[in-house]
């Protein structure tokens, strides 16, 4: 079975509390139903996890960059300031997919560098938070 990863960085548990106009209404949870749902409906195993921590957020990127078919990552800010991020998944064998919720290069001038960008195999940012499942689908029917 195909097997893809959804990891979120910082401050994205905060989803669908706060901000509402640059984030959206939907709360992290509700979205991480909709992928492991939508995943099921095409038998394709769909693993979430978000941390506020880096180191976490490196544990997970190399525990599934190995077996897993896709990453799909929003470092949130560590995007900007990530060394050790990119590092992860410039190491791992997997894909990774680059998702932002709002568009960063249109934002302050410290959010239009991307570390990871370079490393990454494709992404989408400025689509709001439906910008993850256009890449969740792009990845199964690819
Ligand atoms: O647009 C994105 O997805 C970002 O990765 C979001 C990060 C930001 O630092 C990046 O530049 C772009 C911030 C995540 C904050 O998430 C919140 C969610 C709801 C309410 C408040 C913050």
């Known amino acids: 079975m195909k097997r893809i990863a959804i990891l979120n960085g910082p401050n994205l548990n905060l989803l669908g509390t706060r901000e509402p106009g640059v984030y959206g209404h939907q709360t992290l949870e509700d979205l991480e139903a909709s992928w492991v749902a939508f995943g099921q409906t095409h038998g394709v195993q769909v693993i979430c996890f978000q941390s506020n921590v880096e180191g976490e957020l490196i544990d997970a990127i190399q525990a599934n960059g190995f077996d897993a078919d896709a990453i799909l990552i929003n470092p949130g800010g560590y995007t900007h300031t990530s060394v050790a991020i990119r590092d992860a998944i410039a190491a791992v064998d997997a894909p990774v997919y680059e998702v932002h919720i709002s568009h960063p290069e249109a934002r302050e001038e410290f959010r239009k560098t991307s570390l990871v960008r370079e490393v ?20 199964i029917f690819k």
Do not use: D, N, T
């Open 120 to 139: 990454c195999a494709g992404g989408v940012s400025g689509l709001g938070v439906r910008g993850y499942m256009s890449v969740l689908e792009s990845i």
